[in-house]
């Protein structure tokens, strides 16, 4: 289903796109297995339409809404993104999305607002992953941000990639994109956003808090405690050029977010 | 007429036959990914994928090594023994080639990345001692080594447990989100290492009794 696209994304320039196969057949989606070609394999049934999205908490215009209603008055837009996993390995990739900001002022968030949280669907007979017996993940996955972040002009609500409608391994149909932050802050197929006043659960963080922290800002200094997290290897990489780069401060984009973090201690706060 | 693999090796052409038949199966693993890695059938992460076949084979060799005792104690299968060595290597030459993509593929040589990874990665560096074990007792399994080590030649190659142990440790500190597959390899170990136990107890008590 090819998506319009009011404007085209800003080309970062000397980093090439990863390819679209790649894009699509790359993927950790847990709730589909754990193997990088899981996803693709195993998620194509899953039903993303009719979707709806409940948004509930510390807001004016709690409720149920079908996913269309929600993106209606929105014009859709394209940005190319770094995503850089925990794990080391990163791509470039082009989203077409709505800007979370814009979605959330129409929800009216009260002054009580000061984190978002978002969860995905739940479905164990559609998520084969959710079944798994020796899983260390407590379903639903759910992930938060703080209210700075969630309005920050870069973060997207991405509904398509490559101009396309977001297959289901790459979080059908309604998924977050946070490009500063490790690509497990960048929750699929989301089902509920509630706005809290206390900080919100997060998986990961919850499953390991001493190697995943809420924040998750991409961060060459702090490494993982199995890994460095100093470099990273663009994907697709290929065997005689493994495309080891060095990673940047929020994933290049300190410029734009570091102010968010002032003050703050980023060993402490990872 | 249904030959058995016993009666196979009392003759000369039996064993022959037999011994490349085990010669060029462990070679098969290779032969499979070498193809997948011309045919560009490897994905978006070619060198994580040959890396982690590399040491998934690894670690199955050895415990092919390791039950090979069990199996000539249980099954009376005395014509396995004479395969040890070759199991042993197999699993030494899949662990070298697990280190040598993971050097070549993942972090290209480069000693900035090789240091840093050596000196501040748990997993990497008990993998690593792992495989420094397997070189030791990789050159000390040719007859001259026998013969000049004579009774601590087998004290040395006990280093085996131990080695199995940290290959284990180093593949269950990968785990992220799903230890099913660490823990199928953990419970075949612990048969393999349970029956050397269980027969060495035996036997003590049986000593103790005469």
């Known amino acids: 289903e090819k998506l319009r696209a009011a404007s085209k994304g800003e080309v970062i320039e000397g980093e090439d796109l990863t390819p679209y196969r790649h894009v699509t057949g790359h993927n950790n989606f847990y709730e589909f297995g754990l193997a990088k070609e899981d996803p693709k394999a195993k998620a194509q049934g899953l039903k993303t339409d009719p979707w709806k999205v409940e948004v509930s908490g510390e807001c004016s215009k709690p409720g149920s809404y079908n996913l269309e209603d929600l993106l209606k008055p929105h014009e859709l837009e394209e940005r190319i993104y770094r995503l850089r996993c925990v794990e080391a390995w990163s791509m470039v990739i082009p989203w077409v999305g709505v800007p979370l900001n814009k979605l959330i002022s129409r929800l009216e968030p009260t002054g009580n607002a000061k984190f978002v949280e978002f969860t995905t669907l739940h479905d164990p007979s559609q998520m084969p992953g959710q079944k798994s017996f020796f899983s260390t993940l407590n379903w639903p996955y759910s992930e938060g941000l703080r209210m700075d972040e969630a309005m920050h002009p870069l973060t997207l609500m991405a509904v398509g990639v490559y101009g396309d409608a977001l297959p289901p391994q790459n979080g059908a149909p309604f998924r977050l994109v946070v490009p500063w932050k490790y690509g497990f802050k960048s929750i699929k197929s989301i089902v509920s956003i509630r706005f809290t006043e206390q900080m919100p659960r997060a998986t990961w963080n919850e499953t390991a808090p001493s190697e995943y922290g809420f924040y998750a800002n991409v961060n060459p200094q702090v490494d993982h405690p199995r890994w460095s997290q100093a470099t990273e290897r663009r994907l697709p990489s290929s065997l005689f050029n493994p495309n080891q780069i060095d990673t940047r401060m929020f994933n290049g984009y300190a410029d734009q977010v570091a102010h968010l973090y002032q003050g703050m201690d980023l060993r402490k706060w990872y | ?210």
Request: some cysteine; charged content about 15%.
């Open chain 2, 1 to 210: 007429m249904v030959l058995s693999i016993a009666e196979l090796h009392r003759s000369k052409v039996g064993r022959r036959s037999f011994w490349w038949l085990l010669f060029l199966l462990p070679l098969l693993p290779l032969a499979y990914i070498a193809e997948a890695a011309y045919s560009l059938d490897l994905g978006a992460d070619p060198a994580q994928t040959i890396v982690t076949f590399f040491g998934i084979w690894t670690l199955r060799f050895l415990f092919l090594t390791l039950a090979v005792t069990p199996c000539r104690r249980l099954f009376g299968w005395g014509w396995l023994q004479r395969y040890r060595r070759m199991f042993g290597l197999y699993t030494l030459f899949y662990a070298c080639l697990h280190l040598l993509s993971f050097a070549t593929f993942i972090l290209g040589w480069r000693a900035d990345l090789i240091a840093r990874e050596l000196s501040e990665r748990p997993y990497i560096i008990v993998g690593f001692i792992a495989w420094l074990g397997l070189v030791a007792l990789g050159i000390t399994s040719t007859r001259g080594w026998v013969r000049r080590l004579g009774r601590h030649w087998q004290q040395l190659h006990y280093l085996v447990y131990p080695i199995a142990l940290l290959a284990m440790l180093h593949f269950a500190w990968l785990i992220r989100a799903g230890f099913g597959e660490v823990l199928g390899y953990a419970l075949v170990l612990l048969v393999l290492l349970g029956h050397r136990v269980v027969y060495w107890l035996k036997r003590r008590s049986r000593v103790q009794h005469a």
